[in-house]
T-cell receptor, first 109, second 116 residues
Framework: ELKVEQNPLFLSMQEGKNYTIYCNYSTTSDRLYWYRQDPGKSLESLFVLLSNGAVKQEGRLMASLDTKARLSTLHITAAVHDLSATYFCAVDNFNKFYFGSGTKLNVKP | NAGVTQTPKFRVLKTGQSMTLLCAQDMNHEYMYWYRQDPGMGLRLIHYSVGEGTTAKGEVPDGYNVSRLKKQNFLLGLESAAPSQTSVYFC???????????????FGAGSRLTVL
């Protein structure tokens, strides 16, 4: 069974700092997605990564994919409070999606 | 444009009762999914469907049944609810990715189920 591991699971950081969330997965796949979930809300799509070396950026967030290492990263630059949420990576395995446990990010003023 | 609508949003059941969660999408998506979300465990796939009249098991299918009689609807049934099925249930849908390969999920708002 495909395993998806995220770390860290909890991240408390100061505004203005940088940090990276890691997503490792256990099987060959070249399609990986990042989602954001606000407390009590649903999930919304952030990034779609479809090939080795893919890099996507939106505002202070940048996601990358290394299919050979089976690793995706979500990098946060100069964090702001509005980025506080839970972030999930998900691996697409023949249209079945396997999610990581999520990284709960708290950005403190 | 409603997207993905789940009903009910909240439900409390007693052990052994049955219920059905309804998911409806208005985007003409081929694929539909039911996930459950438990603290610290991310989302786990219960069942999914790749088209009208089709269903398949996911990671945690035991205790659940599904049906997709119409393309826009995907029903999740609990025949005899157990406390272990207390969770938040999310329905999601996506279009056939085709050549682009992107298969982005659109999620419903979630249904919180408590089994006493």
């Amino acid at each position: 069974e495909l395993k998806v591991e995220q770390n860290p699971l909890f991240l408390s950081m100061q505004e203005g700092k940088n940090y990276t969330i890691y997503c490792n997965y256990s099987t060959t796949s070249d399609r990986l997605y990042w989602y954001r979930q606000d407390p009590g809300k649903s999930l919304e799509s952030l990034f779609v990564l479809l090939s080795n070396g893919a890099v996507k950026q939106e505002g202070r967030l940048m996601a990358s994919l290394d299919t050979k290492a089976r690793l995706s990263t979500l990098h946060i630059t100069a964090a702001v409070h509005d980025l506080s949420a839970t972030y999930f990576c998900a691996v697409d395995n023949f249209n079945k999606f396997y999610f990581g446990s999520g990284t709960k990010l708290n950005v403190k003023p | 444009n409603a997207g993905v609508t789940q009903t009910p949003k909240f439900r409390v059941l007693k052990t052994g009762q049955s219920m059905t969660l309804l998911c409806a999408q208005d985007m003409n998506h081929e694929y539909m999914y039911w996930y459950r979300q438990d603290p610290g465990m991310g989302l786990r796939l219960i069942h999914y469907s790749v088209g009208e009249g089709t269903t398949a098991k996911g990671e945690v299918p035991d205790g659940y049944n599904v049906s997709r009689l119409k393309k826009q609807n995907f029903l999740l049934g609990l025949e005899s609810a157990a406390p272990s099925q207390t969770s938040v249930y999310f329905c999601a849908s996506s279009s056939n990715p085709g050549a682009s390969g992107a298969n982005v999920l659109t999620f419903g708002a979630g249904s919180r189920l408590t089994v006493l």
